[in-house]
C-alpha cells in the first residue's frame, strides 16, 4: 500500500471512529447526500446504516463527510479530486471554439450601395416603388432596323388598395439595303391599374383597367381601354406563385386610319402570374385578351413574358418577349406583332 493511501487510510479511519456514535453525512461527488451510521470502513469502501437499511458505497465516490449538525471540526474531505471551476471551463471552452455570446460576423456591405439607398430614400415619395428598363435592337436582313425600347414602372399598395402604371415607348428606323428608303415607326402609351380587395383576407378583388396608346405600325393615331373586372388571386404560397384572373365587360375607342367605328364594347379576360424562383430570379406573365361582344371576329389579345434576374443591387438583367394579335381595327392594318429584347432594368425599392 502506498504511502499516500496509507495515511489517507488512517485518516478516515480515525473519522469515522469519531463520527460512529453520532449520525454522519456523506456527500457524494455528484452532489447527493446520505445521512447514517458508519458501520465499517477501508479504502475501498464505506458501510453505511441508514434508516432504509445498510448501504455501501464505494470510496471514490465520496467527496466530504461530517456529523449531523455540520460541525466544521468534523468536516473533511476525502478522495477528492480536482474539478475545474465552471467559468474556467466556459473559457478555455470559449476560446477554443469562440465565444457563442458574440453576435455573427457581418460583412459590410459597399459604400456604393449605402449611398444607393439613402438617395432612393431621400428623393423618391415613401411607399411608392419604381423600375426604369430599356433596350436597344440592331438588325440587319434585306434591311436595317434599329429600335430603342423604353419603360418606367410604378406601383403603390396602401390599406386595400393597390396601383400599378406602366409608361413606355418604342422606336424603330428601318432603312432599305441599299439605303434609299427610311422609315420611322414608334409607338407610346401607358398602361393602369387599380385594384381593391374586399378585405384583408379574401382574395376576392375589383379593379378598372384603363390604357392608352399611339401607334404608328398598325395606324392607330389614338386607342383607349376602359375595363372593369372581379378578380380572384390563387396564391400558391409553397412555390411563392401568385395567379390573378380577372373577367369583365370593357369599352374601347379607336381613332384609326381607314377604320369608322370610333366605339366598341367588349368582353375581356385579364390574367397575371408573377412567380418567385428564387431570391434572384423571377418570372412575370402578363396575358389579356378582349372580344367585340357585336362581332365576334373583332378581337385582340396580347402575351407578355418576362425572366428577371437581380445581377446587383442597382440593376437587374430582364429577357422580355410580347406578342400582339389585334382585329379590332382596319382590315388592312397589321395585326400580329412579336418582341424579343434583352433587357436593363433599375429598379427603385421594387418588391
Not at 9 to 33: E, M, P, V, W
Not at 88 to 117: H, N
Not at 118 to 135: A, D, I, S, Y
Request: hydrophobic share 40%; with cysteine.
Amino acid at each position: 500500500m502506498k504511502l499516500y493511501t496509507k495515511l489517507t487510510f488512517i485518516s478516515l479511519l480515525a473519522l469515522f471512529c469519531a463520527a460512529a456514535a453520532n449520525a454522519s453525512i456523506l456527500t457524494l461527488k455528484n452532489g447527493d447526500r446520505i445521512t447514517g451510521k458508519v458501520s465499517s470502513a477501508n479504502d475501498a469502501q464505506m458501510i453505511l446504516e441508514t434508516q432504509f437499511g445498510s448501504i455501501t458505497i464505494p470510496r471514490s465516490e465520496i467527496s466530504a463527510i461530517s456529523d449531523d449538525a455540520n460541525s466544521p471540526t468534523v468536516s473533511q474531505t476525502v478522495a477528492a479530486e480536482p474539478v475545474p471551476a465552471p467559468e474556467a471551463s466556459a473559457a478555455s471552452s470559449a476560446s477554443a471554439e469562440g465565444d457563442i455570446t458574440a453576435p455573427p460576423a457581418v460583412e459590410k456591405e459597399p459604400q456604393w450601395i449605402t449611398d444607393y439607398r439613402n438617395f432612393v430614400k431621400e428623393n423618391f415619395p415613401e411607399g411608392w416603388q419604381f423600375r426604369l428598363r430599356g433596350g436597344l435592337e440592331y438588325r440587319q436582313t434585306t434591311s436595317k432596323v434599329f429600335s430603342v425600347y423604353g419603360a418606367f414602372d410604378t406601383k403603390k399598395e396602401w390599406d386595400l388598395n393597390k396601383f400599378s402604371a406602366t409608361a413606355y415607348y418604342n422606336y424603330t428606323q428601318e432603312t432599305s439595303v441599299d439605303d434609299v428608303i427610311s422609315t420611322t415607326l414608334d409607338k407610346w402609351g401607358i398602361d393602369t391599374n387599380f385594384r381593391r380587395d374586399f378585405d384583408e383576407t379574401s382574395h376576392w378583388y375589383v379593379q378598372n383597367i384603363l390604357n392608352y396608346k399611339k401607334d404608328m405600325v398598325k395606324g392607330i393615331k389614338d386607342q383607349v381601354d376602359e375595363a372593369v373586372t372581379l378578380g380572384y388571386r390563387f396564391d400558391f404560397e409553397r412555390y411563392d406563385l401568385i395567379i390573378d384572373i380577372a373577367p369583365g365587360p370593357a369599352v374601347r375607342y379607336v381613332n384609326a386610319d381607314d377604320f369608322d367605328t370610333k366605339w366598341v364594347v367588349m368582353g375581356v379576360l385579364a390574367e397575371d402570374l408573377v412567380w418567385s424562383i428564387s431570391k434572384l430570379l423571377n418570372f412575370e406573365q402578363n396575358a389579356y385578351v378582349g372580344m367585340n361582344l357585336t362581332n365576334s371576329n373583332q378581337y385582340s389579345a396580347y402575351l407578355k413574358l418576362g425572366l428577371v434576374l437581380k445581377a446587383t443591387e442597382v440593376i437587374d438583367i430582364a429577357l422580355r418577349y410580347s406578342y400582339e394579335y389585334d382585329a379590332v381595327n382596319a382590315t388592312t392594318a397589321q395585326r400580329e406583332e412579336q418582341r424579343l429584347m434583352l433587357s436593363f432594368e433599375a429598379p427603385f425599392n421594387w418588391k
